[in-house]
T-cell receptor, first 109, second 114 residues
Framework: GQQLNQSPQSMFIQEGEDVSMNCTSSSIFNTWLWYKQDPGEGPVLLIALYKAGELTSNGRLTAQFGITRKDSFLNISASIPSDVGIYFCAGGDTDKLIFGTGTRLQVFP | NAGVTQTPKFRVLKTGQSMTLLCAQDMNHEYMYWYRQDPGMGLRLIHYSVGEGTTAKGEVPDGYNVSRLKKQNFLLGLESAAPSQTSVYFC?????????????FGSGTRLTVV
Protein backbone atom coordinates (compact mmCIF):
# COMPACT_ATOMS: atom_id res chain seq x y z
CA GLY A 1 0.00 0.00 0.00
CA GLN A 2 0.91 3.65 0.10
CA GLN A 3 3.64 4.68 2.44
CA LEU A 4 5.05 8.00 3.40
CA ASN A 5 8.75 8.05 4.17
CA GLN A 6 9.99 10.47 6.75
CA SER A 7 13.55 11.56 7.33
CA PRO A 8 15.47 11.60 9.43
CA GLN A 9 14.23 8.63 11.48
CA SER A 10 15.54 10.21 14.65
CA MET A 11 17.26 13.40 15.73
CA PHE A 12 19.23 14.30 18.82
CA ILE A 13 19.65 18.04 19.19
CA GLN A 14 20.53 20.60 21.77
CA GLU A 15 17.97 23.00 23.19
CA GLY A 16 17.82 26.17 21.14
CA GLU A 17 18.73 24.53 17.83
CA ASP A 18 16.47 24.60 14.80
CA VAL A 19 15.06 21.33 13.43
CA SER A 20 14.09 20.30 9.91
CA MET A 21 12.35 17.12 8.85
CA ASN A 22 10.62 16.02 5.69
CA CYS A 23 8.13 13.57 4.31
CA THR A 24 8.01 12.11 0.81
CA SER A 25 5.45 10.04 -1.02
CA SER A 26 5.19 8.12 -4.27
CA SER A 27 1.64 9.47 -4.63
CA ILE A 28 0.16 12.93 -4.89
CA PHE A 29 -1.83 14.25 -1.94
CA ASN A 30 -4.17 17.21 -1.86
CA THR A 31 -3.81 17.69 1.89
CA TRP A 32 -0.83 17.32 4.18
CA LEU A 33 -0.98 17.33 7.97
CA TRP A 34 1.66 17.19 10.66
CA TYR A 35 1.09 15.52 14.03
CA LYS A 36 3.10 15.26 17.22
CA GLN A 37 2.96 12.31 19.60
CA ASP A 38 4.06 12.76 23.19
CA PRO A 39 5.27 9.65 25.01
CA GLY A 40 2.34 7.44 26.04
CA GLU A 41 -0.23 9.54 24.21
CA GLY A 42 -2.01 9.62 20.87
CA PRO A 43 -0.89 11.99 18.11
CA VAL A 44 -2.14 15.58 18.16
CA LEU A 45 -2.58 17.77 15.09
CA LEU A 46 -0.01 20.56 14.69
CA ILE A 47 -0.49 22.01 11.22
CA ALA A 48 -2.67 21.33 8.17
CA LEU A 49 -1.75 22.30 4.60
CA TYR A 50 -4.20 22.44 1.70
CA LYS A 51 -2.45 23.95 -1.30
CA ALA A 52 0.73 23.12 -3.19
CA GLY A 53 3.45 25.60 -2.26
CA GLU A 54 1.61 26.72 0.88
CA LEU A 55 3.72 27.76 3.85
CA THR A 56 1.95 27.75 7.23
CA SER A 57 3.19 28.60 10.70
CA ASN A 58 1.99 27.72 14.18
CA GLY A 59 4.20 29.43 16.75
CA ARG A 60 7.72 28.06 16.36
CA LEU A 61 6.55 25.49 13.81
CA THR A 62 6.52 26.11 10.07
CA ALA A 63 5.35 23.57 7.51
CA GLN A 64 5.36 23.62 3.73
CA PHE A 65 3.30 21.74 1.15
CA GLY A 66 5.70 20.73 -1.63
CA ILE A 67 5.14 22.03 -5.16
CA THR A 68 5.01 18.50 -6.57
CA ARG A 69 2.35 17.58 -3.96
CA LYS A 70 4.48 14.53 -3.16
CA ASP A 71 6.31 15.99 -0.21
CA SER A 72 6.06 18.21 2.83
CA PHE A 73 8.49 19.77 5.28
CA LEU A 74 8.34 20.74 8.94
CA ASN A 75 10.68 23.13 10.69
CA ILE A 76 10.89 23.82 14.41
CA SER A 77 12.80 26.89 15.47
CA ALA A 78 14.60 27.38 18.78
CA SER A 79 13.77 23.93 20.13
CA ILE A 80 12.81 23.46 23.78
CA PRO A 81 12.67 20.30 25.93
CA SER A 82 8.91 19.88 25.48
CA ASP A 83 9.42 19.45 21.73
CA VAL A 84 10.50 15.89 22.50
CA GLY A 85 8.30 13.31 20.82
CA ILE A 86 7.53 11.63 17.53
CA TYR A 87 6.48 13.79 14.60
CA PHE A 88 4.27 12.25 11.92
CA CYS A 89 3.30 13.56 8.54
CA ALA A 90 0.00 12.44 7.04
CA GLY A 91 -1.39 12.70 3.53
CA GLY A 92 -5.09 12.94 2.83
CA ASP A 93 -6.48 10.11 0.73
CA THR A 94 -10.23 10.40 0.00
CA ASP A 95 -11.73 9.21 3.30
CA LYS A 96 -8.65 8.50 5.40
CA LEU A 97 -5.16 9.68 6.27
CA ILE A 98 -1.98 7.84 5.35
CA PHE A 99 0.68 8.37 8.00
CA GLY A 100 4.42 8.53 7.65
CA THR A 101 6.98 6.42 9.47
CA GLY A 102 7.71 9.17 12.00
CA THR A 103 10.70 11.23 13.12
CA ARG A 104 11.70 10.82 16.76
CA LEU A 105 13.06 14.03 18.27
CA GLN A 106 15.19 14.19 21.40
CA VAL A 107 16.16 17.57 22.85
CA PHE A 108 19.01 17.88 25.33
CA PRO A 109 19.35 20.88 27.66
CA ASN B 1 -15.21 16.43 27.29
CA ALA B 2 -13.82 12.89 27.04
CA GLY B 3 -13.07 12.94 23.29
CA VAL B 4 -11.91 9.47 22.24
CA THR B 5 -11.67 6.82 24.94
CA GLN B 6 -9.96 3.47 24.44
CA THR B 7 -10.30 0.48 26.71
CA PRO B 8 -8.35 -1.34 27.95
CA LYS B 9 -5.10 0.64 28.15
CA PHE B 10 -2.91 -2.44 28.55
CA ARG B 11 -3.42 -6.12 27.92
CA VAL B 12 -1.34 -9.28 27.75
CA LEU B 13 -2.74 -12.18 25.75
CA LYS B 14 -1.57 -15.69 25.14
CA THR B 15 -1.23 -16.87 21.56
CA GLY B 16 -4.59 -18.05 20.29
CA GLN B 17 -6.71 -16.06 22.73
CA SER B 18 -9.28 -13.60 21.51
CA MET B 19 -10.13 -10.12 22.69
CA THR B 20 -12.01 -6.97 21.76
CA LEU B 21 -10.70 -3.42 21.97
CA LEU B 22 -13.33 -0.75 22.50
CA CYS B 23 -13.20 2.78 21.14
CA ALA B 24 -15.83 5.32 22.18
CA GLN B 25 -16.16 8.92 21.03
CA ASP B 26 -18.56 11.57 22.29
CA MET B 27 -18.08 14.16 19.53
CA ASN B 28 -20.71 12.84 17.12
CA HIS B 29 -17.99 12.08 14.57
CA GLU B 30 -18.95 10.19 11.45
CA TYR B 31 -15.58 8.60 10.71
CA MET B 32 -13.68 6.24 13.00
CA TYR B 33 -10.36 4.44 12.46
CA TRP B 34 -8.14 1.80 14.00
CA TYR B 35 -4.36 2.10 13.54
CA ARG B 36 -1.48 0.10 14.89
CA GLN B 37 1.87 1.64 15.72
CA ASP B 38 5.09 -0.33 15.51
CA PRO B 39 8.67 0.97 15.84
CA GLY B 40 9.97 2.30 12.54
CA MET B 41 6.65 1.58 10.79
CA GLY B 42 4.64 4.60 11.79
CA LEU B 43 0.88 4.33 12.03
CA ARG B 44 -0.73 1.76 9.77
CA LEU B 45 -4.46 1.65 9.15
CA ILE B 46 -6.19 -1.61 10.10
CA HIS B 47 -9.87 -0.89 9.46
CA TYR B 48 -12.06 2.17 9.35
CA SER B 49 -15.69 3.22 9.22
CA VAL B 50 -17.31 6.14 7.42
CA GLY B 51 -20.55 5.89 9.34
CA GLU B 52 -22.72 3.75 11.59
CA GLY B 53 -23.10 0.25 10.21
CA THR B 54 -20.21 0.58 7.74
CA THR B 55 -16.67 -0.79 7.83
CA ALA B 56 -13.80 -0.94 5.37
CA LYS B 57 -10.38 -2.55 5.22
CA GLY B 58 -7.24 -0.54 5.63
CA GLU B 59 -3.64 -1.38 4.91
CA VAL B 60 -3.17 -4.26 7.39
CA PRO B 61 -6.59 -5.86 8.05
CA ASP B 62 -5.62 -9.54 8.28
CA GLY B 63 -6.28 -11.12 11.67
CA TYR B 64 -8.65 -8.34 12.77
CA ASN B 65 -12.38 -7.73 12.56
CA VAL B 66 -14.38 -4.61 13.38
CA SER B 67 -17.94 -3.55 14.04
CA ARG B 68 -19.69 -0.18 14.19
CA LEU B 69 -23.17 -0.95 15.46
CA LYS B 70 -23.51 2.44 17.15
CA LYS B 71 -22.16 5.71 15.81
CA GLN B 72 -20.16 6.43 18.95
CA ASN B 73 -18.45 3.02 19.23
CA PHE B 74 -15.94 1.21 17.05
CA LEU B 75 -14.82 -2.25 18.16
CA LEU B 76 -11.64 -4.01 17.06
CA GLY B 77 -11.54 -7.78 17.51
CA LEU B 78 -8.67 -10.22 17.45
CA GLU B 79 -10.05 -13.70 16.85
CA SER B 80 -6.87 -15.67 17.51
CA ALA B 81 -4.04 -13.50 18.75
CA ALA B 82 -0.54 -13.96 17.35
CA PRO B 83 2.80 -12.54 18.57
CA SER B 84 2.93 -10.43 15.38
CA GLN B 85 -0.06 -8.53 16.72
CA THR B 86 1.95 -7.19 19.64
CA SER B 87 1.65 -3.46 19.11
CA VAL B 88 0.16 -0.21 20.32
CA TYR B 89 -3.32 0.28 18.92
CA PHE B 90 -4.80 3.72 18.37
CA CYS B 91 -8.36 4.61 17.65
CA UNK B 92 -9.20 7.93 15.99
CA UNK B 93 -12.31 9.73 14.89
CA UNK B 94 -13.09 12.70 12.68
CA UNK B 95 -15.85 14.84 11.26
CA UNK B 96 -16.62 14.18 7.63
CA UNK B 97 -14.42 17.18 6.84
CA UNK B 98 -11.28 15.71 8.36
CA UNK B 99 -9.20 17.92 6.13
CA UNK B 100 -9.88 20.84 8.43
CA UNK B 101 -9.72 19.24 11.85
CA UNK B 102 -7.70 16.14 11.25
CA UNK B 103 -8.31 13.24 13.54
CA UNK B 104 -8.82 13.10 17.30
CA PHE B 105 -6.86 10.18 18.70
CA GLY B 106 -7.35 8.10 21.80
CA SER B 107 -4.41 7.50 24.13
CA GLY B 108 -3.78 3.98 22.86
CA THR B 109 -3.95 0.33 23.95
CA ARG B 110 -0.67 -1.49 24.46
CA LEU B 111 -1.15 -5.15 23.58
CA THR B 112 1.41 -7.87 24.14
CA VAL B 113 0.85 -11.35 22.77
CA VAL B 114 3.07 -14.04 24.31
Amino acid sequence: GQQLNQSPQSMFIQEGEDVSMNCTSSSIFNTWLWYKQDPGEGPVLLIALYKAGELTSNGRLTAQFGITRKDSFLNISASIPSDVGIYFCAGGDTDKLIFGTGTRLQVFP
Amino acid sequence: NAGVTQTPKFRVLKTGQSMTLLCAQDMNHEYMYWYRQDPGMGLRLIHYSVGEGTTAKGEVPDGYNVSRLKKQNFLLGLESAAPSQTSVYFCASSYRAWEVYGYTFGSGTRLTVV
